[in-house]
């Protein structure tokens, strides 16, 4: 851990560090509901090119993001533009036309479980116990969310595998995002992972947004998913990476199972089983024993002469 993750993780946490990371988690939360109410108006293509074109709209805003890279970072930046972007949105708006918003985003929360296991593979590593046992619980957690749509018939057994598509493209994207990450910044790689996935989804989008018939507040609700969903969340994470330390700041996926399911019961009506719920409750309970553990830093001595001012690093 370098001087910066280490002070980041040391000082004491505020209500402004805490609110930092849970709005991205209410943000993304609530993405459902708005990819739900934007297919009243246009195709789920059309749906993945708005939010992502939108989101990538809203990033150039910040300098932070048009910071430069090298030309040797564009392959795993395109591969980003793939498998974190133009990939897994383009399932999720196809998959809530099968199933409820309220059950895809408790399935999503299966979405560190397939992180772990894309990280373990790569490092040809065996986990540690914990980890073990964090996997397994998780995976569980998903099979018994599953269970009820699958019981229900063949189309809602396809949304739910579509859902699984996306978290597992995420597990793979997400571990190719980090060195990026910790190389360039978060910003500047996702400005340009979704420029990618806005040429990618281009073809398929814009035909479909041509036929859309619009109406008021699905248009907000897309646009809200794209400025918030795709933009301003992950610059609100990425000050609070900076802030917290990267490990406090993942806390914020753990709040997108309960909001999806409350604003798709309370706003949307709809239903969902127990067992589903109980699922969803295993997979974050899984996806918190693989959470990586803050190391305790020491802070620092004052010299006997020279106090030691305190102070606060952010990235």
């Known amino acids: ?18 609110l930092l990371v849970a ?21 789920p293509n059309g749906v993945t090119f708005t939010r992502i074109f939108v989101g990538f709209l809203t990033l150039a805003l910040f300098p932070a993001a048009r910071k430069a890279i090298d030309r040797s970072a564009w392959p795993g930046i395109a591969l980003l533009g793939v498998l974190w972007f133009a990939f897994p949105l383009s399932m999720f708006p196809f998959a809530e036309q ?4 309220a059950l895809t985003g408790m399935l999503n929360a299966a979405t560190p479980i397939f992180v772990a296991i894309v990280a373990t593979a790569i490092a040809r590593k065996a986990p540690s ?9 998780g995976v569980t957690g998903s099979v018994i969310v599953a269970l009820p749509s699958v019981s229900e018939g063949r189309s809602s057994t396809l949304g739910v595998v579509l859902i699984m598509l996306a978290s597992i493209s995420y597990g793979f994207a997400l571990n190719v995002a980090r060195p990026l990450q ?20 281009i073809p398929l989008g814009l035909p479909e947004i041509a036929k859309a018939h619009w109406k008021l507040e699905p248009l907000l609700c897309l646009l809200t998913l ?40 309370v ?20 996806a918190w024993m693989i959470r990586p553990r803050a190391t305790p830093v020491a802070e620092p001595k004052p010299t006997k002469f020279v ?5 606060m690093a952010r990235n």
């Open 1 to 18: 851990m370098n001087r910066q993750a280490s002070q980041a993780e040391a000082h004491k946490i505020t209500s402004t560090d805490w």
């Open 23 to 43: 709005i991205p988690g209410i943000i993304w939360g609530a993405s459902f509901l708005f990819i739900a109410e934007g297919l009243k108006s246009v195709a």
């Open 98 to 101: 099968h199933v409820s918003s």
């Open 129 to 137: 116990k914990r980890i073990v046992f964090g996997l397994l619980t």
């Open 182 to 201: 910790q190389r360039y910044g978060a910003l500047p790689v996702i400005w340009r992972a979704l420029g990618v996935a806005v040429i990618l989804t």
């Open 226 to 265: 794209g400025a918030f969903g795709t933009g301003i969340a992950f610059v609100l994470l990425a000050i609070a990476s900076g802030r917290v330390g990267a490990t406090r700041a993942s806390a914020a996926a753990f709040l997108m199972p309960p909001v999806s399911l409350l604003l798709g019961i």
């Open 267 to 286: 706003v949307r009506g709809e239903h969902v089983a127990p067992l589903s719920i109980l699922g969803s409750a295993v997979c974050v309970a899984g």
């Open 307 to 311: 106090p030691c001012p305190e102070g």
